[in-house]
């Protein structure tokens, strides 16, 4: 089991820069691969960024690759989602997830889910 707490949203105008990140309980933490979710209104939940255990591997939904970069501190039990160059689609509730073995791209396979975070962007 793991709890995980978002926090870092807010509001930003376009063009802007955002820092997002996760807490997680427990002292496992290095065992989960870590992921980012949103969900925007009246849209169906997509995948944004993936880091697997040891932090060395990344994987990014299309519409983050470029713009937003996945990290993880293992000592401090957090990871974070860099967003630049943000965008009026990017707003959404964002969700930091966690799994030991999930299918990096695929939001359903992750187990354990935080309670998500407001990115709200304005032109």
């Known amino acids: 089991q793991v709890q995980l707490v978002e926090s870092g949203g807010g509001f930003v105008q376009a063009g802007g820069s955002l820092r997002l990140s996760c807490a997680a309980s427990?002292?496992?933490?290095?065992?989960?691969?870590m992921g980012w979710c949103r969900q925007a209104p009246g849209k169906e939940r997509e995948f944004v960024a993936a880091v697997t255990w040891t932090g060395t591997g990344t994987y990014y939904g299309r519409s983050a690759k470029g713009r937003f970069t996945i990290s993880r501190d293992n000592a401090k039990n957090t990871v974070y989602l860099e967003m630049s160059n943000l965008k009026r689609e990017d707003t959404a509730v964002y969700y930091c997830?966690?799994?030991?073995?999930?299918?990096?791209?695929?939001?359903?396979?992750?187990?354990?889910w935080g309670q998500g975070t407001q990115v709200t962007v304005s032109s």
């Open positions: 997830a966690a799994d030991l073995r999930p299918a990096y791209s695929d939001c359903i396979t992750y187990d354990y």
């Open positions: 427990g002292r496992t933490f290095s065992d989960y691969v």
